[in-house]
């Protein structure tokens, strides 16, 4: 069991983490020299499964902000 303050201050740690992961997959995404070395297929693919990983971390943002805020809304104390 957890309390509702430790709870919350662990899932904005990951809404944090998400949140980078989000800059970095982005930053990369938009570096044509990070694969500049690359034939356009290698690169497709690699743009491709950033693009992907951007897309599935601003979901789990979404999700992570969502929880939090139900949860700061909630009476319940401990989880």
Do not use: P, W
């Not at 990070?34 to 356009?40: I, N, P, R, S, V």
């Amino acid at each position: 069991m957890i309390k509702k303050d430790e709870l919350i201050s662990r899932l904005k740690g990951c809404l944090d983490t998400e949140e980078k992961a989000i800059v970095i997959y982005t930053r990369h995404f938009n570096n044509v020299l990070f694969l500049a070395q690359l034939d356009k297929e290698h690169r497709d693919k690699i743009r491709d499964l950033l693009k992907l990983l951007k897309e599935q971390s601003e979901k789990h943002k979404d999700l992570f902000i969502n929880l939090i805020k139900k949860i700061i809304e909630s009476k319940q104390d401990v989880y």
